[in-house]
């Protein structure tokens, strides 16, 4: 399908922004207008979902190493605080866009109200290439962004957490920052901290735990047996490597990663293990030994009951989804799979487990930080697993009734439990003035 302009997309009437359909915003929009003719009376409330509540756009300037002064573009934007703090990850990318950041914050909404969580939806990132900045500007320009984005964040305002090429480190000098502005140790102001720090056992592999979880749950639904279950897997980041490590753990084979560096493919398994040991090394699953060179479109192609795109958005194009063979698809990353690809794979029978489900692990052990934080009272890894799977598995099987019992697709499902949470929130407390 061809993209179309701004203009042919409801709802998408915002100066700043041209969306497309197969772009972040745009797919978004997409989503959302596929639920408001069941939100009833709440739909006059719409347009609540199809803008941000804010953006701001922040200059980044910091001393390089070599002398020079850099300028980077930062943002934060607050998608909504309808039904609380808004809450979402920052992203270090050198392709990150407002645009981008705008989806990534509006699914932060949906996320949260899909699993319940008393927060709104916000996301950061800044345009840069991590890999090209040595320590000590990495942690110039995090301290200079969050100084920036100071203005609207808060402990109960909105709290930032890990994404795409952030972690622990970068937390711990958000919070120290933060914490320096307001003259004193604000540990709630971010989640995925260090265990030092004030973060939560349990935080760093929550994401990858949730997608594990939820994909379990959802074979269990269709009869597809875990032994043996084939997989596939785009992006060996933090989410990709930890479900792969649980899946495997389950008897499952995990036969085909890619990732930005490259393919590689066994037909009878790969060694996890081995290969995070060796990402951890070369940065990349290039050049692994335990496996064959499986190549960028391959990939699509490979022989798979379950496939978890778990990098950037709008992997799942049309074009893929009518070759993937895959019964189910794990929806790791946010945004994988743009409108027209839903559509193709609901005709061809494979089940969809929406991003706003699937990767909800990660944000609701953030909540569960941000609880420990403000009583300054610490769980077990134990009962922090345990709190998760019960969250995780109760909402999947609220969006599957609701789903059984409306013929919806899964992110019909989880939009419409959402969205209508949301715009309740917003109903109730109405408008000021
Ligand atoms: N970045 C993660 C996400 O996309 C986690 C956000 C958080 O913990 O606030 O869900």
């Known amino acids: 399908m061809a993209d179309h302009p701004q203009s042919f997309l409801p709802g998408a009437s915002l100066s700043y922004v041209s969306p497309t359909r197969q772009s972040a915003w745009g797919t978004y929009l997409a989503q959302v207008d596929r639920v408001l003719p069941y939100m009833g009376d709440l739909a006059r409330w719409s347009g609540t979902l199809q803008r941000p509540k804010r953006v ?119 919070m120290d920052t933060y914490s320096a502005n307001v003259g004193a140790t604000a540990t709630g102001v971010v989640t995925g901290k260090p265990i030092s720090l004030g973060g939560s056992l349990g935080r760093v592999k929550a994401t990858g735990r949730g997608v594990f979880v939820t994909g379990r749950e959802a074979m269990r639904r269709l009869k597809l047996p875990m032994d043996g279950a084939r997989i596939a897997i785009q992006g060996f980041g933090n989410v990709g490597a930890n479900a792969a490590e649980l899946f495997a753990q389950s008897g499952a084979k995990v036969v085909a990663v890619q990732d930005h560096g490259g393919g590689v493919y066994n037909d009878n398994g790969l060694d996890v293990p081995a290969l995070t040991a060796h990402v951890l090394e070369k940065g990349s699953v290039a050049g692994f030994r335990g496996g064959e060179v499986l190549g960028l479109e391959e990939f699509w192609d490979a022989k798979v009951d379950v496939i978890i795109p778990a990098a950037l958005e709008g992997q799942i194009t049309e074009a893929r989804a009518e070759r993937l063979r895959a019964s189910l698809v794990l929806e790791a990353a946010n945004g994988p799979t743009v409108p027209g690809a839903d559509d193709i794979l609901a005709a061809r029978g494979v089940t969809v487990l929406p991003d706003v489900i699937c990767n909800s692990g990660g944000v609701i052990v953030s909540y569960f930080e941000w609880v420990q934080d403000f009583s300054s009272f610490f769980w077990s890894e134990e009962e922090i697993n345990l709190r998760l799977d019960k969250i995780i598995t109760g909402a999947l099987a609220h969006i599957w009734a609701t789903c059984e019992r409306h013929g919806f697709s899964l992110r019909t499902g989880a939009f419409v439990v959402a969205c209508e949470r949301i715009l309740q929130a917003r109903n109730e407390r109405g408008l000021y003035p």
């Open 56 to 174: 701001l756009i922040v200059d980044v300037p910091i001393e390089m190493d070599d002398g020079s002064i850099a300028h980077f573009e930062g943002y934060r934007v607050q998608h909504s605080l309808s039904r609380g703090p808004g809450k979402g990850g920052v992203r270090y990318h050198p392709d990150v866009t407002l645009e981008e950041v705008m989806a990534l914050a509006a699914w932060m909404t949906i996320k949260n109200a899909a699993v319940n969580l008393p927060f709104g939806g916000a996301k950061g990132g800044i345009r840069l290439d991590p890999k090209q900045l040595s320590q000590r500007e990495l942690e110039k320009v995090t301290r200079r962004y969050t100084s920036e984005i100071g203005i609207i964040i808060g402990p109960q305002r909105d709290i930032p957490a890990p994404d795409v090429n952030t972690n622990g480190q970068i937390m711990a000098w958000m």
